[in-house]
């Protein structure tokens, strides 16, 4: 079998999607889930970008076993100490990633620099990074719009200086399969020395094409492909991880004697947690693991299914760890029922949490007739792993209206107090968040509002997920609720109460 190493970047390309902004406990709580999935390289930031990446890279460096761990850097000597200083300490292995543009108009424009002084700082990077690890990466930026003959130039001569991975990105997201396919293939066939290097691809989406680009790169004799968990990253977002994974799995007829070592169970799971933390909602129609990705809708698809599955389904959802397909616990069902079925869903909770869990399950109950497994995750998630001390939400009332000015008046309860305000505002939610900052003191930005049902029907619960910023700290909230309006307050308070709690203070950052 032909190994094809998974980078996962997206703590680094994946956190530079515009609003998604991870701290420091965040970054390491994925990059544990990520060695859990069983990605082979965790790509964890770009150290010297800031204090922040920095100490974040270090932290997982010397905290999560079990990836090699690589640290992104230009084509310059400090930049290469920084990723070496912060990556040094990882126990399955470090990796520095240095990255030069090739392409003339990055070199024309941006760098300002003609072929022979790329091709010689290429060159002296790679030496350079080589005093530290034998793990080094050299991505020529923008390769898929470098002139071929160029790109093969400089690919041959990182791997002299002893690059043992060349990474080609389609960095725009310009190319189209064929063509990002011939390439890949010509770099094999073309550069001398590749068979001491792996060929990585790293794709984005700009046209859509991003995992299409890489697959076919991989049937053209890439090993290494680089991706983010629900495809995010820089604007359109990079090539998604669970999709490139399934279809190498799913079709491996395509790709023969081509695996991957990714335990695709751990799939969703690594999916709600990203998306919990970076506050960036998965489309319910998205491959893989999207909500719907398993949900058939149409009574002839329906039947087709109950006589045999593989009629419209061509993954099982329980192989990627999806397994909210039907219905669970009612108002009926004890606690014994609800640890039964969080320890099925993989879901280990302390005897507190379980307590608290059996408290939110029963008010979930009362208000909904069946709860289905998506609505557990997100109790689990939104009210016992991501429960913050703090103002807790008492009592909410409002009116609102086309004729009325929106009016709330909130009780929040903080160190066995209970404190109330009334605002107006612009919609009942705005009125609750102008009463909350009353009674917090704490004044915020609203930079970002989402919400989404969880699951289906006019009792669905509501997942309101935000952004706020204060003093150029970001923080996201998320909140669960079958009433939309308490869902709102409930992502606002605990956007607050991160933001004020002391663990999370000096993270957060906007550079
Ligand atoms: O898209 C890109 O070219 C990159 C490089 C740093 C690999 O992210
Ligand atoms: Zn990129």
Known sequence: MDKLIIFDTTLRDGEQAPGATLNEREKIEIAHQ????????IEAGFPISSKGDFNAVKCIASSVKGAVICGLARA???DIDAAYEATKMAKGGARIHVFLATSKIHMQYKLKKAEDEILRLAIESVRYAKKYTKDIEFSPEDASRTEPEFLFKVVEAVIREGATTVNIPDTVGYAIPEEYGRLIKRIKEEVPNIDRAVISVHCHNDLGLSV???????????????CTVNGIGERAGNASMEEIVMAIKTRSDLFPGVATAINTREIHKTSRLVSKLTGFVVAPNKAIVGLNAFRHESGIHQDGVLKKRQTYEIIAPEDVGFTGTGLVLGKHSGRHALEKRLAEMGIKLSEEEMRRAFEKFKELADKKKTIYEEDLASVVELDIHNFKEGW??????????????????????????ILKATSKGDGPVDACYKAIEKITKVKVKLLDYRIEAVTSGKDALGEVSIKISSDKKVMTGRGSSTDVIEASVKAYLNAINKLVSKSDSSHGLIL
């Not at 299409?212 to 680089?226: D, H, I, K, P």
């Not at 000015?405 to 009780?411: D, L």
């Open 212 to 226: 299409a680009n890489s697959l076919t790169a991989v049937r053209n004799g890439a090993r290494q492909v680089e």
């Open 392 to 417: 807790q939400l008492e009592d909410i009332s409002y009116v609102s209206g086309m004729k009325v000015t929106p009016e709330a008046k909130v009780a929040l309860r903080h160190k066995g107090k």
């Open 34 to 41: 990520l060695v859990a999935l069983g990605v082979d390289v």
């Open 76 to 78: 310059m000597q400090k």
